[in-house]
């Protein structure tokens, strides 16, 4: 009876975030491999920055030019598209990702099973291709890349402003800071009763060991990546 009990691991994300990138696919990877139910939940990184006093690896200079290569490290290990972003700073910092992330929430609460898929075509605009994801035109268009319904999207464009998904949004990026986290993304796996927070995406071997299961790198079973 023991093998068929599944470990709920929580994965706070945000879109602005290129490791959060990472550590979602993967743990998307790893769902018929491992015995887990992944469940998806955007934050907002601001403002878990905020609360926690952290700073962007790009406000430390020495921090910023390290980024570059790893990133650029990472994308190949996991097998993710991503290009370096040409003004990050305007594009992380002044514009933002606020609207995606009350975007991805309201297709969390009202079309779940789209979550998914919008999340990486977000990723795909801002980190491979260096396109907007702040107008609600270019929102759409992400969305409508996931195959989604016009009427769905559209449903969704307009409970981004709905205090009922401002106020999910914030209660998840809440939930996120009384855990532990400080940045992202940030994995929490329920074992044995009890939370245990990750942050980052190069902690897969210690989820595994923690969980019972086997790490076998970043596409387990195919070659086939994105």
């Known amino acids: 009876m023991a093998a068929l009990i599944r470990t709920k691991v929580e994965l706070f994300y945000d879109v602005v975030s290129p490791y959060s990138w990472f550590g979602f696919e993967a743990l998307c990877r790893y769902r018929p491999h491992w015995k887990m139910d992944l469940v998806l939940r955007p ?14 690896p790009m406000m430390v200079p020495s921090k910023g030019l390290y980024m570059q290569k790893d990133l650029l490290r990472n994308a190949a290990y996991f097998g993710v598209p991503l290009k370096l972003i040409e003004d990050p700073f305007h594009v992380m910092i002044e514009k933002g990702t606020l609207k995606a992330q009350r975007f991805l929430t309201a297709i969390g609460d009202k079309h779940p099973e789209h979550l998914e898929g919008v999340s990486r075509e977000l990723w795909k605009r801002i980190w491979s291709r260096g396109e907007d994801i702040v107008e609600e035109e270019n929102l759409h268009l992400a969305a409508k890349a996931a195959n989604m319904e016009d009427v769905h999207v559209q449903e969704c464009l307009k409970l981004m402003n709905d205090s009922s998904v401002k106020l999910a949004l914030k209660k998840s990026t809440e939930d996120a800071i009384e855990y532990g986290a400080f940045g992202a993304p940030t994995i929490i796996v329920h074992s044995q009763g009890h939370p245990e927070i990750f942050f980052g995406s ?20 195919t070659k086939n990546l994105l």
Not at 203 to 215: G, Y
């Open 43 to 56: 934050f907002f990184l601001g403002g878990v920055m905020n609360e926690t006093g952290n700073r962007p």
């Open 202 to 221: 190069d902690r897969f071997p210690l989820i595994a060991q923690i969980m019972n299961e086997e790490w076998k790198g970043p596409a387990p079973g």
